[in-house]
């Protein structure tokens, strides 16, 4: 039962890395933000994974929560910016 969580675990993180290198050698904007909500799915996730607490669920929701609504700021901004 343990191997497969460090499994599910070591996914979440190489997925999580990878999808940073990606944000951050990306050139154009728009294409960073699904790398940059994937990052934030694996960190939510690593964060529950990792901490098997009922408070770490609370912290990884609110990661998450947070997250999302940068995202949603930051395209909506760009795509303001291009439409001018």
Known sequence: ???????????????????????????????KLPYLNVMNFAVAGSIVLLMPYPITICAAIAYFIG?????????????????K
């Open 1 to 31: 039962m343990e191997e497969g969580l460090m499994i599910v675990e070591g996914i979440c993180v190489v997925i999580g890395v990878y999808c940073a290198i990606r944000a951050v050698f990306e050139p154009k904007t728009l294409k």
């Open 67 to 83: 997250s999302t609504l940068e995202s949603n700021a930051i395209s909506s901004t760009v795509a303001q910016l291009e439409e």
